[in-house]
């Protein structure tokens, strides 16, 4: 199994700004993906982070308007930029241990776009 | 792209009785998972089913699938408070294993 930490936990943004989030696996993972969750709703995969390349980016998502970083086989980040109150969402990483076919997700980071 | 739709959307049931979720996708699977959410929070991994398996039980938790029909279900016997949750299923592809694709969730709440 895999332990997954996000930061920040939540955060209250506004309008115009962006904001970064970080996700910590403690171990080494070839594959993370990033996931929205709009409110009441299920998981919409906005990207898969390999390390070494370009994220690869799902219909509907762009990278001016979700960049993502993945340094190391570690850590990833995703920014969200220029919010507005329709990015209010919980985001979610999670990883793909080889060999294991599930996958480990984060707490989860929860934004309100004012 | 949503693959999975399940129903119902929500559920309420008595502690005791019985749970079934039921999920129905779209296009050929390598397998199909099921997780549970709390309280908007992380998702945990349940249980996952092959394509060629037709059925799977993990303690209180039994899983089929029937993939002439590309429909699943998930049946939690004996529910507790504790279960309540929401509860999604997700279906890796053919084509792309590793990605998953999640249906819309059903919500349980088991009444204590």
């Known amino acids: 199994s895999a332990v997954i930490s996000q930061k920040p936990s939540r955060d209250i943004c506004q309008r115009g700004t962006s904001l970064t989030i970080q996700c910590q696996v403690d171990s080494q993972v070839t594959m993370m993906f990033w996931y929205r969750q709009q409110p009441g709703q299920s998981l919409t995969l906005i990207a898969t982070?390999?390390?070494?390349?370009?994220?690869?980016?799902e219909s509907g998502f762009v990278i001016d308007k979700f960049p993502i970083s993945r340094p190391n086989l570690t850590f990833s980040t995703l920014t969200v930029s220029n919010m507005s109150p329709e990015d209010s969402s919980i985001y979610l990483c999670?990883?793909?241990?080889?060999?294991?076919?599930?996958?480990?997700f984060g707490p989860g980071t929860r934004l309100l776009v004012l | 792209s949503q693959q999975g739709e399940e129903d119902p959307q929500a559920l309420s049931i008595q502690e005791g009785e019985n749970a079934t979720m039921n999920c129905s996708y779209k296009?050929?699977?390598?397998?199909l998972q099921w997780y549970r959410q709390n309280s908007g929070r992380g998702l945990v991994h349940l249980i996952l089913?092959?394509?060629?398996?037709r059925e799977k039980h993990s303690g209180r938790l039994r899983v089929t699938l029937d993939t002439s029909k590309k429909s699943s279900s998930l049946l939690i016997t004996a529910s507790r408070a504790a279960d309540t949750a929401s509860y999604f299923c997700?279906?890796?592809?053919?084509?792309?294993?590793?990605?998953?694709?999640f249906g819309s969730g059903t919500r349980l709440l088991v009444r204590p």
């Open positions: 296009t050929s699977i390598n397998n």
């Open positions: 089913i092959r394509s060629n398996e």
């Open positions: 999670s990883v793909d241990l080889a060999g294991v076919e599930t996958q480990y």
């Open positions: 997700a279906t890796a592809m053919m084509d792309s294993s590793y990605k998953l694709i």
């Open positions: 982070a390999n390390q070494g390349s370009e994220a690869t980016y």
